[in-house]
């Protein structure tokens, strides 16, 4: 609404999106009651392992990814440039599961489920071929760092799923903490006693990327039960003509997502 480069009618567009995807605009007031429904709300913490899951591979990959090049036969010099495709994977797969996420409509849990099978497959791939076959240990290095993009989708469904922009920050918060945690674990998987191989980081990963799957299986099914525990009280409500259509201007308020009773999760 402050934006110098828009026009009024631009303004006034950008907005009402905002207002119809019903999570709210700007509220810089604290809502403690919005705060305890962020903390008691289940989707967050699942969230949360999902963000912890996601990123102990890639604390693992920050601080090994080069040695585990290295260790293949090549010199440093060339471990860095055979590492630099490494961040194009990491973006080309942000870009390409959210561009699917958008174009298929409510299926962003299964985008994410997926985007976690890619790096599932380099993980596979890493561990079960032999060292001295270093194409295939390279290409499943690559696959590896397709980690971003489960990441990336897991992120946006956690805010299009909240409304209240006091739950939102709180919601993130803790959603940042569970990123932190998980780079803090991940270098702790690789052991030094393990090199070249590396044998326990690589089956840590495949663990936490079936975990991302199981968990976002699990967001999936509560969002639906929400949804359909939502659309029954919207039903009762009509049955017994207590039911009102949406007055327009509560698109506009800063109500979470569990106090508006048209609000619909996506899955």
């Not at 019903?22 to 699942?46: F, R, Y």
């Not at 630099?84 to 985008?111: E, I, K």
Request: hydrophobic share 45%; proline share 4%.
């Amino acid at each position: 609404m402050n934006a110098r480069f828009l026009t009024d009618e631009e303004k006034y567009h950008a907005v009402k999106r905002l207002a119809e995807n019903k999570t709210g605009i700007v509220n810089k007031s604290w809502k403690w009651n919005q705060a305890m429904e962020a903390i008691l709300d289940p989707k967050t913490w699942i969230i949360f392992l999902f963000n912890v899951a996601i990123n102990i591979p890639n604390g693992g990959l920050i601080t090994f990814g080069g040695i585990l090049i290295k260790d293949l036969g090549f010199s440093p010099i060339q471990a860095s440039l055979l590492n630099m495709p490494t961040g194009v994977m990491s973006t080309l797969s942000a870009l390409m599961f959210s561009s699917l996420a958008a174009r298929w409509v409510n299926r962003r849990c299964l985008v994410t489920m997926l985007a976690s099978a890619v790096p599932i497959i380099g993980s596979i791939i890493v561990y079960s071929l032999k060292s001295t076959n270093i194409p295939g240990q390279i290409v499943g290095l690559y696959f590896l760092y397709t980690y971003f993009g489960p990441y990336v989708v897991g992120i946006s469904i956690a805010q299009a799923n909240t409304a209240g922009h006091t739950k939102k920050n709180v919601q993130y918060s803790i959603l940042y903490i569970g990123y932190a945690v998980g780079n803090l674990i991940g270098p702790q998987t690789f052991r030094e006693s393990q090199a070249p191989e590396y044998t326990g980081g690589f089956i840590a990963m495949l663990i936490c990327y079936c975990a991302c799957i199981l968990l976002m299986t699990l967001y999936w099914a509560v969002a639906a039960w929400m949804n359909k525990k939502a659309d029954r009280a919207r039903i009762s409500s009509a049955i017994s003509s207590v039911y009102q259509e949406e007055d327009p201007v509560d698109q506009f308020l800063d109500k979470s997502d569990f106090k508006q009773a048209n609000f619909r999760y996506t899955t």
